[in-house]
């Protein structure tokens, strides 16, 4: 290994198998800068997909060289160690892999290709920034890796075991690859040590801490920099929410103002019959309101497309927990000060944004609107001290950045350095008598239709015919859904329907392939094929088992699920047919579907006969014995 400057070496700890025994921990500045430039490749698809576990990965070889520097795109993309290895090839032999974020790992989460593409290629060392945080999965895959032989080190068991002089230069580089791998990860480790999304304050205002004038006007208080900055933070945000007085005042679009890349919901609680944030083409809208109000104007926001969700007692408190349900990682708060101050107060805050314009408006006729209404505090040592700070310059605007107590790292995530707590944030996992899942990074996350697992599957599904199995008409799809959202054009002849098949299954993402998908079955409804409804279900039955027959990881996940006698329940809190909706008493159709496959033709699978080798037979282009007679036997039944 190159560049031994600065090292300081430490006996591996206990129960920490390596290659060598008697290897020791160091860590030198090169190990700092792949370990640095792992969390900035993390943010890549910062952006461009939802927000998601953000995973980087340096590869060097065995000279220390630099071989793949890679990261996932989006919950549903291709791990980035499989993209390292993959573009590193024989080159990975004997080399060293940087990571961030620990991959997913594990009969919990379904996954095991991360893990399996490093011991494949022989690597003989991995260097991890944190663990992963989530309960069930965090130490899965180190544990995997060890276990084959692989010595990793792990940055956050070595903090305390700095005990000389000597060591304090290694100490301070491995603190400081620590911060920036939480960092980089800050909204995951957030919502799992607290269960709501990592919610973040923007505001602007003047010198003189208004945000508006008298009369309200507000356009513009920053300059265009500053507004290119927020656009942004939007951008890497699942849904940007504000309150009734801003669309009131403002009329805002709340946009990214990008032509593509991810797009947040717009989240709102207004009662104004017109604005912009009714127009879905751009984002989706969800209104929150109080259960029962207005009727009828609710029915014509539907109409609109409007999402409408109802609560008996409508708090930010409220619409974080919501979030939290809805799989958000991060939320993006643009309101004023009448739902700034109770935001502030039911703890809903981790971050603040607060953008200072070098302009003075004052008062006249009235008091001019701050950024925080009132929030209860009578005394300036009551005062919420912001704590992390950071201060940058956008054009002639000043930006502050900082954590609200007890959001930063002294505070929730305090508990272990890959800030763990004891709210765990996976109600999706389930109980004894379920298994639910949700979003494709949390516990059970392999049986969502957006897992990083491709599937190979018909070009045009046409039924179980032989058109269907033909080499010619199959293709390989990224995720199912993917494959799902293109066949609701399939077979339609108009060059319009066979241009959205191709951007969906080049779509970079599976949101991206379903915000495709959908917003063309509501706006087009002329591209959709004639059949979808009667077929829908048995497209999504034919790409549930592609992906069950072609990888061992979710296939193993759902056949525990039958050991356990538990029923599979895709806890969607936004959809009451595929899912079991808000309440719970939806149709579960996708669970269904899992169930049935699981009963049926998975009914003679024991995960016992697994290979060892987990996803290597996708890639090396080998069947295991018992996936040998799981296909037979299909075969026999549909062919």
């Not at 969390?39 to 890549?44: F, M, N, Q, R, V």
């Not at 002294?410 to 944030?425: C, H, K, R, V, Y």
């Not at 179980?464 to 494959?483: G, R, S, Y």
């Not at 290979?611 to 799981?630: F, I, K, M, N």
């Amino acid at each position: 290994m190159r560049g031994r400057r600065g090292a300081a070496a430490l006996s591996d700890p206990p129960g920490a198998p390596s290659r060598s025994q008697s290897a020791r921990f160091t860590f030198t500045d090169d190990d700092l800068a792949h370990v640095l430039c792992a969390a900035e490749l993390s943010h890549g698809s910062d952006g461009l997909v939802q927000p998601h576990p953000r995973s980087g990965c340096v590869l060097l070889d065995s000279a220390g060289a630099v071989v793949a520097r890679t990261f996932q795109m989006g919950q549903g993309g291709v791990r980035s160690e499989v993209l390292a290895v993959r573009e590193a090839g024989a080159r990975a032999d004997g080399g060293v892999a940087y990571l961030n974020l620990e991959p997913a790992h594990g009969p919990a989460v379904g996954e095991d290709a991360a893990v399996d593409a490093l011991v494949r290629s022989r690597v003989s060392r991995v260097v991890v920034g944190i663990l992963h945080p989530v309960a069930g999965v965090r130490g899965q895959a180190v544990a995997a890796l060890r276990d084959a032989g692989v010595r990793v080190d792990v940055l956050g068991e070595f903090t305390s075991r700095f005990t000389s002089a000597a060591d304090e230069r290694a100490a301070s580089a491995v603190a400081e690859g620590i911060a920036r791998c939480r960092d980089a990860n800050r909204h995951l480790l957030h919502r799992v040590a607290t269960g709501r999304p990592f919610s973040i304050f923007k505001y602007a205002m003047t010198v003189d801490g208004k945000i508006a004038t008298t009369s309200g006007h507000s356009a513009w208080v920053t300059g265009p920099a500053a507004r290119q900055q927020v656009w942004a933070e939007r951008a890497r945000s699942d849904a940007v929410v504000v309150g009734g007085t801003t669309v009131r005042r403002d009329n805002p679009n709340l946009t990214t103002r990008r032509d593509g890349g991810h797009r947040p919901a717009r989240i709102v609680r207004v009662r104004k019959p017109r604005t912009n944030l009714w127009n879905t083409d751009e984002a989706n809208t969800i209104v929150m309101t109080v259960a029962g109000a207005r009727r009828e104007f609710q029915a014509e926001l539907r109409a609109l497309g409007v999402e409408v969700v109802e609560f008996d007692e409508l708090t930010p408190g409220a619409v974080a927990d919501y979030c939290a349900k809805r799989g958000y990682l991060q939320l993006f708060w643009e309101c004023g000060g009448g739902l700034a101050g109770p935001a502030l107060t039911d703890g809903v805050f981790h971050h603040v944004m607060a953008f200072v314009a070098p302009k003075i408006v004052g008062s006249s006729g009235g008091p001019a609107p701050s950024p925080v209404g009132e929030t209860g505090l009578e005394r300036m040592t009551d005062a919420l001290a912001l704590r992390g700070l950071g201060i940058r310059k956008h054009g002639r605007d000043v930006l502050i950045i900082g954590y609200l107590p007890p959001a930063s790292s002294t505070g929730a995530l305090a508990e272990s350095p890959e800030g763990g707590g004891t709210n765990d944030g996976t109600d999706a996992a389930g109980t004894d008598a379920s298994m639910r899942f949700y979003k494709s990074w949390d516990v059970n996350g392999a049986l969502s239709n957006f897992s990083p697992h491709p599937i190979d599957a018909p070009l045009v599904w046409v039924g179980q015919t032989e058109d269907d199995t033909d080499a010619k008409n199959m293709c390989e799809w990224p995720t199912v859904e993917h494959f799902y959202q293109a066949q609701k054009f399939g077979g339609v002849d108009d060059p319009d329907a066979r241009e959205a098949m191709e951007a969906i299954r080049a779509a970079s993402s599976p949101e991206e392939a379903a915000r495709i998908g959908r917003t063309l079955q509501r706006t087009n409804p002329r591209l959709i094929r004639p059949d979808w409804d009667e077929c829908k279900e048995r497209v999504m039955r034919d790409a549930l088992r592609a992906k069950l027959t072609r990888h061992a990881a979710p296939r193993n996940l759902l056949l525990g699920s039958r050991a356990a006698g538990q029923c599979v329940l895709e806890d969607s809190p936004t959809d009451a047919v595929w899912g079991v909706g808000r309440d719970g008493t939806g149709g579960n159709l996708l669970g269904r579907l899992l169930m049935e496959l699981r009963d049926a033709e998975l009914a003679g699978w024991d995960p016992a006969d697994e290979d060892s080798g987990g996803e290597e037979s996708d890639e090396a282009g080998s069947v295991a014995p018992g996936l040998t007679r799981l296909l037979r036997r299909i075969s026999d039944k549909f062919g």
